[in-house]
């Protein structure tokens, strides 16, 4: 049986996303040089930089959880440190194609998710540890928007929009997308889903921080940690054996 439409339309729009980021990041370097100069690093350049670092931290916690060997745990780890969203759109690409799905009614989201084969169920001190991490670099992002913003004045100026910073914004927001596709897939109703990536689009990490401090938050002691990533129905529906680390 061939791959469902939703999984092939997954495939190709991840793999668009990572080519057009590759292709952005060759263009920009072609026309304006390195990205490791010291005058490209703005104010405001860094407050990106740092918000979308906090975003890579997210994604590269669900990529160690993901992952079955701490060796490609870190390869992928650092690929999404070094290439930003292209990074993460080959990861996805890649889980995507490792994919069978038998039953028409299965959701590619899921199985893209949950770890294959053992569900992991994280000891309750990780999960606060997740907390507790997530609500720093929340609170620490705010911090970084708030000097910027008092010492260096508002970032809708026009001569911020360097062709750095473009693809800078660009690697970001790729990456964005990825984790409002996991909050869409997440909220069970659309005006929630919206308000949430609403957020996202607007605060950058410092609501990505906010809405896995919150998701976590709703987790009881006897829930595995994957029931974070998939909503309710989905979540009714799972069997998976658990594993605990």
């Not at 759109?89 to 069978?100: G, N, Q």
């Not at 929009?161 to 909220?187: C, G, Q, R």
């Not at 689009?201 to 006897?222: A, E, F, K, N, P």
Request: proline fraction near 4%; include cysteine; glycine fraction near 4%.
């Amino acid at each position: 049986m061939g791959a469902s439409p939703s999984l092939v339309m997954y495939r190709i729009l991840f793999a668009a996303l990572g080519c057009f980021m590759v292709a952005t990041l060759i263009y920009t370097t072609i026309t304006d040089g390195s990205p490791f100069r010291p005058e490209l690093l703005t104010p405001w350049m860094t407050a990106t930089l740092i918000d979308f670092y906090v975003n890579v931290v997210a994604l590269s916690v669900w990529v160690a959880y993901k992952e079955t060997s701490w060796v490609s745990s870190v390869i992928w780890i650092v690929l999404l440190v070094c290439l930003g969203s292209a990074a993460t759109c080959a990861y996805i690409v890649t889980k995507l194609f490792e994919i069978s799905i038998q039953d028409p009614d299965q959701d590619p989201i899921n199985l893209l998710l949950v770890r294959s084969g053992q569900a992991v169920n994280v000891k309750r001190s990780y999960v606060n540890y997740g907390k507790h991490i997530f609500t720093i670099l929340g609170a620490f992002m705010v911090a970084v928007v708030t000097y910027t913003v008092v010492t260096d004045g508002s970032p809708f100026r026009k001569e911020l929009l360097t062709p750095w910073m473009a693809a800078t914004l660009i690697d970001f927001y790729i990456n964005v997308f990825a984790i409002s596709l996991w909050v869409a897939h997440k909220e069970t109703t659309w005006i929630s889903a919206c308000i949430w990536i609403i957020f996202l689009i607007c605060l950058g990490s410092i609501t990505t921080c906010t809405y896995i401090v919150v998701q976590l938050s709703r987790l009881s002691s006897q829930d595995p940690v994957y029931h974070v990533l998939l909503n309710s129905s989905s979540r009714m529906g799972a069997s998976a054996p658990t594993k605990k680390i």
